[in-house]
C-alpha cells in the first residue's frame, strides 16, 4: 500500500532526524514536490529550523545525506528548503498497482476517517407548488456527492429530503386551480404533474396583480387546511399527487436517491410542541397579540453590537407556525429516528441567517446535539437573464434543461459517427449518460459557496475540464484493454516503468486518494473533480506519448497494461462517487 511506503519514508527521515540532531518529532507530513522531476514525495524543514535555530537549506542538506537509502527510497536529494525523495519503480507502482486492483470490490479512493458516524444528508426539499428548476439540480448534485463521499470515507449515511407540501405557497397553486382550472389535469393540459401545478402558481401571481384580494382567500385557505377541513385537505392532496408523480420521474432520471423522505405537513406541529415547552421554560415570549418569539443575541450574526438582540417569530398573531417553527420539529426528530452523530442540511446560501437562527434557537431550548448540525450552504446559479425567478415563471427549468442538453450531446455524439454506425437506440442511450455528467460535473466543479454561471455548451465539451472529458479518457482506457485478451496479469515486473509520465500518472492516482477523503473532511466535491481532471489529462498525455499494446517489449507491455487498468478504475470509482456514470465505449 502506498501508505507502507510514506511510512517506511517517514520512518527513515525520523531516525536520520533523531541520529543527526537528537530530536524527534511528533509527526512528518510528506508533500508533493511543485515539480514530478523532482521526486515523488518532499519534506519541508521549516519546522526543524525553528526548533534548531538553523537555515532549512541547510538542514535539507544535512539530511540529504544522513538519509540513507533503502529498498524503497531509491533517491535522496535536498532543493531549497526541501529534501525529495525518489522511490524505485517496483515499490512505487507495485504497491499503487496492486493496491487499485486489489480493491476492486471496495475502492482505492475509500478511507476510514468517518468510521462509525452515522451522518444525515438532507437535501434538495422541493417546494409542491412548482417544478424542479436549475438550482435544484446543483443541489441535487451536491447531495448525491456528499453522500458518495461520505459512504467512501466510511460514514454510514442517510439520505433525507424533506418535502414543503404546506403552507400559504401551496395554498396559493391550490386557490388558483380552483378558481380558473375548471377542473383540468396534467393529463387534460398534456403536462408532468408538478408543471401543471406550477402553472397554477404562476397563474395566482398574475391574477393577484388584478385580485389583490385574493391574498386574504389563500390565507383563510391556509387557516382551513390546519383546521382539517376536508374540501381543503381533499384538493391538497390531489394536487400534491400531481406533482409527486412529476418529480418521481425527474428523481430517476437524475438517479436522485432518498433514504428517507419527510413531509413538513406531517412535522410541522412537532414544532409547536417546542414552541409550547420553550415558553413554558421561559425561552420565548408570547406578544400581545399573542404572537410567540424568541430574542436572540444579534453579536452571533455578526452583525450588531454586544448586547443587542434580534426577534425570531416562531407562532405568528394568527396561530399559525412560520417555516422555522417546522424546522425545530423536524432537526428534533431526525436525531431522534435515527442517533445521527452529524445532521447536514444542502440549502442554498440565502438560507444562511435561517439556519443560524434554527441553531441558535435549538441550544437556547437545551439540545446538546444542536453543535451536530450543519448547514452545507452553496451559492447561486446564475444565468444571462439574471437570477432564477420562480413566481414570474422565469426560470430554467430542470427537465427542460436536461433534455436541451440531451439533445445537445445527441448532436455531438452524432458528428463523431460520421459513418452512421451507432443504432439509433445506442444514440440515445449515449447522449442521456452524457448530458448527465455534464450537468453534474460543470455543478460540483466549483466550491459549494461560489456562485455559478451556468454553461450548457461549455459543459457538453468533450476537451477540458468537463465531464464528457473524463467519460472519454474512461472509455479510451477501456478501449486499449479490450484490445488484449487477457490483461490481468499476476505477475508483472514494474521495474519497467521509468517514464516520466508514468511518474505523473502514479503521482496523479495517489493525490486524488488523497483529493477523496479531504473532499468528504471539508464536504466539497471539487477537491475531487479536481483530481480526477488532472488524471485523465495526464493519462491523455500518456497515450499520445507512449506505446501501450503496441510496446515490443513483453516486460514494459505487461506493466503499462496493469497501469491503464488501474487508472480505468479509478476514474470509474471517481465519477461513481459524483454519482456519475461511465460508458464503455464513446
Not at 185 to 195: A, E, L, N
Not at 368 to 383: N, R
Given at each position: 500500500?502506498?501508505?507502507?511506503?510514506?511510512?517506511?519514508?517517514?520512518?527513515?527521515?525520523?531516525?536520520?532526524?533523531?541520529?543527526?540532531?537528537?530530536?524527534?518529532?511528533?509527526?512528518?507530513?510528506?508533500?508533493?514536490?511543485?515539480?514530478?522531476?523532482?521526486?515523488?514525495?518532499?519534506?519541508?524543514?521549516?519546522?526543524?529550523a525553528?526548533?534548531?535555530?538553523k537555515?532549512?537549506?541547510?538542514?535539507?542538506?544535512?539530511?540529504?545525506?544522513?538519509v540513507?537509502?533503502?529498498?524503497v527510497?531509491?533517491?535522496?536529494?535536498?532543493?531549497?528548503?526541501?529534501?525529495?525523495?525518489?522511490?524505485?519503480?517496483?515499490?512505487?507502482?507495485?504497491?499503487?498497482?496492486?493496491?487499485?486492483?486489489?480493491?476492486?470490490?471496495?475502492?482505492?479512493?475509500?478511507?476510514?476517517?468517518?468510521?462509525?458516524?452515522?451522518?444525515?444528508?438532507?437535501?434538495?426539499?422541493?417546494?409542491?407548488?412548482?417544478?424542479?428548476?436549475?438550482?435544484?439540480?446543483?443541489?441535487?448534485?451536491?447531495?448525491?456527492?456528499?453522500?458518495?463521499?461520505?459512504?467512501?470515507?466510511?460514514?454510514?449515511?442517510?439520505?433525507?429530503?424533506?418535502?414543503?407540501?404546506?403552507?400559504?405557497?401551496?395554498c396559493?397553486?391550490?386557490?388558483?386551480?380552483?378558481?380558473?382550472?375548471?377542473?383540468?389535469?396534467?393529463?387534460?393540459?398534456?403536462?408532468?404533474?408538478?408543471?401543471?401545478?406550477?402553472?397554477?402558481y404562476?397563474?395566482?401571481?398574475?391574477?393577484?396583480?388584478?385580485?389583490?384580494?385574493?391574498?386574504e382567500?389563500?390565507?383563510?385557505?391556509?387557516?382551513?387546511?390546519?383546521?382539517?377541513?376536508?374540501?381543503?385537505?381533499?384538493?391538497?392532496?390531489q394536487?400534491?399527487?400531481?406533482?409527486?408523480?412529476?418529480?418521481?420521474e425527474?428523481?430517476k432520471?437524475?438517479?436522485?436517491q432518498?433514504?428517507?423522505?419527510?413531509?413538513?405537513?406531517?412535522t410541522?406541529?412537532?414544532?409547536?410542541?417546542?414552541?409550547?415547552?420553550?415558553?413554558?421554560?421561559?425561552?420565548?415570549?408570547?406578544?400581545?397579540?399573542?404572537?410567540?418569539?424568541?430574542?436572540?443575541?444579534?453579536e452571533?450574526?455578526?452583525?450588531e453590537?454586544?448586547?443587542?438582540?434580534?426577534?425570531?417569530?416562531?407562532?405568528?398573531?394568527?396561530?399559525?407556525?412560520?417555516?422555522?417553527?417546522?424546522?425545530?420539529?423536524?432537526?428534533?426528530?431526525?436525531?431522534?429516528?435515527?442517533?445521527l452523530t452529524?445532521?447536514?442540511?444542502?440549502?442554498?446560501?440565502?438560507?444562511?441567517?435561517?439556519?443560524?437562527?434554527?441553531?441558535q434557537?435549538?441550544?437556547?431550548?437545551?439540545?446538546?446535539?444542536?453543535?451536530k448540525?450543519?448547514?452545507?450552504?452553496y451559492?447561486?446559479?446564475?444565468?444571462?437573464?439574471?437570477k432564477m425567478?420562480?413566481?414570474e415563471?422565469?426560470?430554467?427549468?430542470?427537465?427542460?434543461?436536461?433534455?436541451?442538453?440531451?439533445?445537445?450531446?445527441?448532436?455531438?455524439?452524432?458528428?463523431?459517427?460520421k459513418?452512421?454506425?451507432?443504432?439509433?437506440?445506442e444514440?440515445?442511450?449515449?447522449?442521456?449518460?452524457?448530458?448527465?455528467?455534464?450537468?453534474?460535473?460543470?455543478?460540483?466543479?466549483?466550491?459549494?459557496?461560489?456562485?455559478?454561471?451556468?454553461?450548457?455548451?461549455?459543459?457538453?465539451?468533450?476537451?477540458g475540464?468537463?465531464?464528457?472529458?473524463c467519460?472519454?479518457?474512461?472509455a479510451?482506457?477501456?478501449s486499449?484493454?479490450?484490445?488484449?485478451?487477457?490483461?490481468?496479469?499476476?505477475?508483472?515486473?514494474?521495474?519497467a516503468?521509468?517514464?516520466?509520465?508514468?511518474r505523473?500518472?502514479?503521482?496523479?492516482?495517489?493525490?486524488?486518494r488523497?483529493?477523496?477523503?479531504?473532499?468528504?473532511?471539508?464536504?466539497?466535491?471539487?477537491?475531487?473533480?479536481?483530481?480526477?481532471?488532472?488524471?485523465?489529462?495526464?493519462?491523455?498525455q500518456?497515450y499520445?506519448?507512449h506505446?501501450?499494446?503496441?510496446?515490443?517489449d513483453?516486460?514494459t507491455?505487461?506493466?503499462?497494461?496493469?497501469?491503464?487498468?488501474?487508472?480505468?478504475?479509478?476514474?470509474?470509482?471517481?465519477?461513481?462517487?459524483?454519482?456519475?456514470?461511465?460508458?464503455?465505449?464513446?
Amino acid at each position: 500500500m502506498i501508505e507502507n511506503i510514506k511510512k517506511q519514508i517517514t520512518d527513515s527521515l525520523q531516525s536520520a532526524i533523531y541520529k543527526t540532531y537528537q530530536i524527534k518529532l511528533a509527526e512528518l507530513e510528506l508533500d508533493f514536490p511543485p515539480d514530478i522531476k523532482l521526486g515523488d514525495f518532499s519534506f519541508g524543514c521549516f519546522g526543524l529550523a525553528g526548533a534548531l535555530k538553523k537555515s532549512p537549506i541547510a538542514i535539507a542538506e544535512e539530511l540529504a545525506s544522513a538519509v540513507g537509502k533503502n529498498s524503497v527510497i531509491k533517491e535522496i536529494t535536498a532543493t531549497g528548503s526541501y529534501l525529495n525523495f525518489r522511490v524505485n519503480e517496483s515499490s512505487l507502482f507495485g504497491a499503487l498497482i496492486n493496491q487499485i486492483v486489489g480493491t476492486e470490490k471496495r475502492n482505492f479512493l475509500q478511507s476510514q476517517q468517518n468510521q462509525g458516524e452515522i451522518i444525515m444528508v438532507e437535501y434538495l426539499s422541493p417546494n409542491t407548488n412548482k417544478p424542479l428548476h436549475l438550482g435544484h439540480l446543483r443541489n441535487g448534485a451536491l447531495g448525491m456527492a456528499i453522500s458518495g463521499l461520505l459512504e467512501n470515507s466510511g460514514a454510514s449515511v442517510v439520505k433525507a429530503n424533506l418535502i414543503n407540501d404546506r403552507g400559504i405557497h401551496i395554498c396559493k397553486s391550490m386557490l388558483a386551480w380552483q378558481k380558473w382550472g375548471n377542473n383540468s389535469t396534467p393529463q387534460s393540459f398534456g403536462m408532468k404533474g408538478d408543471h401543471f401545478v406550477g402553472h397554477w402558481y404562476v397563474e395566482y401571481s398574475k391574477q393577484q396583480s388584478i385580485h389583490p384580494e385574493i391574498e386574504e382567500e389563500a390565507r383563510e385557505m391556509l387557516r382551513k387546511w390546519e383546521e382539517g377541513d376536508p374540501g381543503v385537505r381533499k384538493l391538497w392532496e390531489q394536487m400534491n399527487a400531481w406533482v409527486y408523480d412529476g418529480f418521481n420521474e425527474t428523481f430517476k432520471k437524475l438517479n436522485l436517491q432518498f433514504d428517507k423522505i419527510y413531509y413538513e405537513s406531517e412535522t410541522y406541529n412537532l414544532g409547536k410542541d417546542l414552541v409550547d415547552s420553550g415558553l413554558k421554560k421561559g425561552v420565548f415570549k408570547k406578544e400581545e397579540n399573542g404572537a410567540i418569539t424568541a430574542l436572540l443575541p444579534a453579536e452571533i450574526f455578526g452583525t450588531e453590537k454586544d448586547g443587542a438582540l434580534k426577534k425570531a417569530t416562531l407562532i405568528r398573531a394568527d396561530g399559525t407556525s412560520v417555516y422555522l417553527t417546522q424546522d425545530l420539529g423536524t432537526a428534533k426528530l431526525k436525531i431522534d429516528e435515527n442517533n445521527l452523530t452529524q445532521s447536514i442540511y444542502v440549502v442554498g446560501s440565502e438560507q444562511d441567517y435561517h439556519f443560524m437562527v434554527l441553531f441558535q434557537i435549538l441550544k437556547m431550548l437545551g439540545f446538546s446535539w444542536a453543535d451536530k448540525l450543519f448547514h452545507l450552504s452553496y451559492g447561486m446559479v446564475y444565468l444571462p437573464e439574471g437570477k432564477m425567478k420562480s413566481r414570474e415563471g422565469i426560470i430554467v427549468d430542470a427537465d427542460d434543461l436536461v433534455s436541451h442538453m440531451i439533445e445537445m450531446a445527441e448532436h455531438e455524439i452524432k458528428s463523431r459517427d460520421k459513418d452512421g454506425e451507432l443504432p439509433r437506440e445506442e444514440v440515445l442511450t449515449r447522449s442521456k449518460v452524457v448530458a448527465d455528467a455534464a450537468i453534474k460535473y460543470y455543478l460540483l466543479q466549483y466550491n459549494p459557496r461560489q456562485d455559478i454561471h451556468f454553461d450548457p455548451k461549455a459543459s457538453l465539451s468533450f476537451e477540458g475540464n468537463t465531464g464528457p472529458y473524463c467519460q472519454y479518457t474512461y472509455a479510451r482506457a477501456k478501449s486499449i484493454l479490450s484490445k488484449v485478451d487477457n490483461y490481468k496479469y499476476t505477475e508483472v515486473d514494474y521495474s519497467a516503468l521509468v517514464e516520466l509520465e508514468e511518474r505523473i500518472l502514479a503521482n496523479r492516482l495517489i493525490d486524488l486518494r488523497e483529493k477523496a477523503a479531504k473532499s468528504a473532511s471539508e464536504l466539497n466535491p471539487a477537491q475531487l473533480v479536481a483530481g480526477l481532471f488532472e488524471l485523465c489529462k495526464a493519462f491523455n498525455q500518456y497515450y499520445h506519448k507512449h506505446q501501450v499494446i503496441g510496446e515490443n517489449d513483453e516486460k514494459t507491455k505487461k506493466a503499462r497494461l496493469m497501469l491503464v487498468r488501474a487508472i480505468s478504475l479509478v476514474i470509474k470509482q471517481s465519477l461513481s462517487l459524483l454519482n456519475i456514470k461511465v460508458l464503455e465505449k464513446m
